[in-house]
């Protein structure tokens, strides 16, 4: 079937075989392979991208349902050569340790303190869970996310 | 005075690839023409293969080949098992890479289907039909050991693979027998999934011209990768590249060299295409190692003073279907060793028996051995103060080892290297308030609310470890590790280890290390890992021991480098090689501030060799070999707070302290997410983690949907504590912390919880507590 995607700000038409999910196209067709994929139940949230600008979980999507839409992925989240304030913070914080949860923690966190500037902890904990890191704990997460998302508070 | 980038928290050298999607993990990486590997895997836990039909898989589109072990032969030799114990009658059956004629747990591979794509490949795996005869099966291992049970492999009788005795079992009976208090408890340590957040992948491709193989793999060690895929094909080990790219956690469960690696090796010369495999997380369940699983029967005996007077168990440890790399050294080496922990105990005895069951197969898992020691000795420890009426924190104390500095030697024979239990043991009391939360629990507990505390005083050994140890251990490897630390012309370094990080962020410490040796700038330094053709040798990152191993090597790599410095500088200064002075990179004449030679000045001048001193040859690069001369022991006390609803069973987590000692912290930051995952771990496991199986050994928690992994909102944020107890033996003092977390968390919040539910007549409930079993046992013990 074909479909037209715009990925990061560029239109990609590709005939693609009904069943593939939305991760599998992006990583696969379009080697944007920042999108992880860490389970096959939709829990761990290792592919989430933004889809029209809400988190998705990209391995719950076929790609032909997301024909028209626009994505970010990791890959694009930075822009002008600079880093999205989600990415520094994560850094900063030593939000990561082996990072492939990283970049779905990123892109979920960059959305929920978009819509939720001044979240607390306990928000953001809470919100965290569908997103899963074995190695950091969350403790540091947490801290990253905090610091945006105070940051987005005062400004 | 010189400024140090040792012991500061700097940014990690890793972040900027993974925080933008830029770092390549193995199925990242592709091939033009990949062929992709799916396997076809029994759905049975114990069954006779009557036969494999895969005439219609052969026919379906994309397919390329399907083939089994029959059509393997003899082109790839069964996996090996990599840690054989001595005097243990250690038996090791055939672990062959697809089934011969019989599978042994549920994902046991079968057969493989080839194919031009992901989808389809798994499309013809579906498709083929294969004929089973079911047979009874066994999953718990005191069970699998006992009369009756079904037999695993006809070559390992009454499925015990080994039985490994530590101690005298007369001299525990005498210690036991005179003791004034004897308190005993079956403890089980469930299964647990590893969940590496990547699962496990790999990638063939071979080159028939010059008959080398490409292994692109999820490996913590790709030189072990290299030696077992070399011996399993056959190919010359100089003919084998193993590369572990990026590689997204391990825990441990990265360390086998799996049938997976071995098969896609294999088909990938068979078919002379690169072939490519990567496992979903449901078959990451089923197929990639677990961890723990003991049945223990532990006992310890304590005089009514307090005087803790020996321990000592009788271990069941469910090896699963085939032995893994190294799995007989978990239960017995690394854990029976950790019997005394740091108390001043003089008795110690463990019996401990590998038995084959249809799990999956277990190994090392965070921690390996030493988690389920501590968890079994802070649990009796618990129960002799209960039994005695003493304060579970003062009856530790009582029991502490006094400071050392220079080694100590234990019941258990090893030689701990230093430490100061009681300084770290006071600082989490104080932290944690211990006094005056005794008095609010009781003033809780008039209002009928339930809260507990739990005290964890630990040691352990890391830091994997010198290699004759290894060898009389049965080891079959070393456990020493190289590195060379390469300056270039223009002054920029390359440090090639042979460990391979995965997540520790050693990229960033390693360079802290040669940052201080050397005076480069750190972020000139590039920490290079995972590719056998690029780096040394080495042995690979587990047991925390890259930090201690390969740091030492690195340092004194760096060191070497120094002296060779010093004497060229001071021959280009025409100065005697005892009046050079270095500070901060730079080498001067004392008295001559003015005249003086940069390391970059000096490594340019090296590389040109234009004007050497006598006898010195050119470049500026030295190597190390680096075996310790013995374990690293780090330690602390961790203690838990806790709130349990009484009607509902629910646990709150209220909060955490953590006091640990690895010695002086080259990136605090790094040596606290290391806590903070470990200890994540660990209270996972307490709270909420574990494997289960039906009785016919299928596997009901074989998705992210049903097995337990730890969310955020489980957790406070973690109160950490540190004191300094060097390491004498490690040039820079450190010791590892990779698994202290995982190791004190479990038996911190069970203690936690127990001691909230002990007025409630509460003594014991098997891990994990999952809310419906507590509110379980406070009703059993209500009626
Ligand atoms: S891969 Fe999509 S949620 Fe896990
Ligand atoms: S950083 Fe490894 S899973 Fe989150």
Known sequence: MQVAITVNGVLHERDVDPRTLLVHFLREELDLTGTKIGCDTSQCGACTVHLDGKVLKSCTLLAVQADGAEITTIEGLAENGQHHPMQTAFWENHGLQCGYCTPGMIMASAAFVRDNPGASEGEIRHYLEGNICRCTGYHNIVKAVKQVADAAAGS | MSTRIFGSGIKRREDPRLITGEARYTDDIKLPGVLHMAVVRSPYAHANIVSIDSSAAQAMEGVVAVYTSEDIGDGLAGLPTAWLIPDSDLKTPEHPALAKGKVRYVGDGVAIVLADDRYRAQDA????????????????????????????????????????????????????????????????????????????????????????????????????????????????????????????????????????????????????????????????????????????????????????????????????????????????????????????????????????????????????????????LERMVDNVARAIDMDPAE??????????????????????????????????????????????????????????????AYTEMCGLGPSQVAGAVGFQGGLWESATVRVTPTGKVQALIGASPHGQGSETTLAQIIADELGFPVDDIEVI?????????????????????????????????????????????????????????????????????????????????????????????????????????????????????????????????????????????????????????????????????????????????????????????????????????????????????????TPTVYNAVLDALAPLGVQQIDMPLTSAKVWSAIQDARS
């Open chain 2, 529 to 745: 890992h995972g590719d056998t053709t690029e780096t040394p040798m080495g042995w690979g990152t587990y047991g925390s021991r890259t930090t201690p191993v390969t740091g030492a090597a690195l340092a004194q790599a760096s060191r070497k480098l120094k002296d060779k410095a010093r004497v060229l500088a001071a021959h280009l200064m025409e100065a005697n090689v005892d009046d050079i002075e270095y500070a901060d990179g730079s080498f001067s004449v004392k008295g001559s501030p003015d005249q003086a030679q940069s390391i970059q000045d000096v490594a340019l001048m090296a590389h040109l060799a234009w004007n050497m001193p006598e006898g010195m040859d050119p470049g500026f690069e030295e190597s190390q070999f680096y075996d310790p001369p013995n374990f690293v022991y780090p330690f602390g006390t961790h203690i838990a707070i806790v709130e349990v609803d009484a009607e509902t069973g629910v646990i709150d987590l209220q909060r955490y302290i953590a006091v640990d000692d690895c010695g002086p912290q080259i990136n605090p930051e790094i040596v606290a997410g290391q806590i903070h995952g470990g200890v994540v771990q660990g209270i996972a496991q307490a709270l909420c983690e574990g494997v289960i199986y039906d009785e016919n050994g299928q596997l009901l928690t074989g998705t992210m949907q049903d097995y337990c992994m730890p969310k955020a909102d489980m957790f406070p944020n973690f109160e950490l504590g540190e004191t300094v107890t060097p390491s004498p033996h490690h040039p820079v003092g450190v010791k590892g912390v990779g698994e202290t977390g995982t190791i004190a968390s």
């Open chain 2, 125 to 376: 795996a579906d498709a083929v039909v294969v004929e089973y005869e079911e047979l009874p099966a066994v999953i718990d291992p005191e069970e699998a050991a006992g009369e009756g049970a079904p037999l695993i492999h006809d070559d390992v009788e009454g499925n015990i693979a080994f039985r490994w005795v530590m101690g005298d079992r007369e001299a525990s009976d005498a210690v036991f027998d005179a003791a004034d208090v004897v308190v005993s408890e079956r403890i089980l340590q469930q299964r647990l999934l590893p969940t590496a957040m990547e699962p496990r992948s790999a990638m063939a491709q071979y080159n028939a011209a010059t008959e080398e193989l490409t292994l692109w793999c999820t490996s913590q060690n790709p030189h072990i990768h290299r030696f077992i895929i070399s011996a399993v094909t056959g190919l010359n080990e100089n003919k084998v590249r193993v590369i572990a790219p990026e590689v997204g956690g391990g825990f441990g469960s990265k360390i086998p060299c799996y049938p997976d690696e071995a098969l896609v090796s294999w088909a990938a010369i068979k078919l002379g295409l690169p072939v490519k495999w990567t496992e979903t997380r449901s078959e990451n369940y089923l197929i990639t190692i677990h961890g723990r699983d003991h049945v223990q029967h532990v006992e310890m005996a304590a005089g009514n003073d307090g005087a803790l007077l020996g321990v000592r168990a009788t271990v069941y440890a469910g090896m699963g279907g085939y032995l893994s790399t190294a799995a007989p050294g978990i239960p017995t080496i690394l854990h029976g060793l950790l019997y005394v922990g740091p108390y001043t105990m003089g008795s110690v005895f463990c019996e401990s028996i590998g038995v084959m069951t249809n799990g999956t197969p277990t190994d090392a898992y965070r921690g390996a051995g030493r988690p389920e020691a501590t968890f079994l």
């Open chain 2, 395 to 456: 009856l530790r104390r009582k029991n502490l080892i006094p400071a050392f500095e220079d080694g100590h030697e234990v019941a258990t024979t090893l030689v701990y290297d230093s430490g100061d239990y009681p300084v770290a043991f006071e600082k989490a009391l104080d932290m944690a308030g211990y006094g005056d939360f005794r008095e609010q629990q009781a003033a809780a507990r008039a209002e009928s609310r339930y809260l507990g505390i739990g005290v964890t």
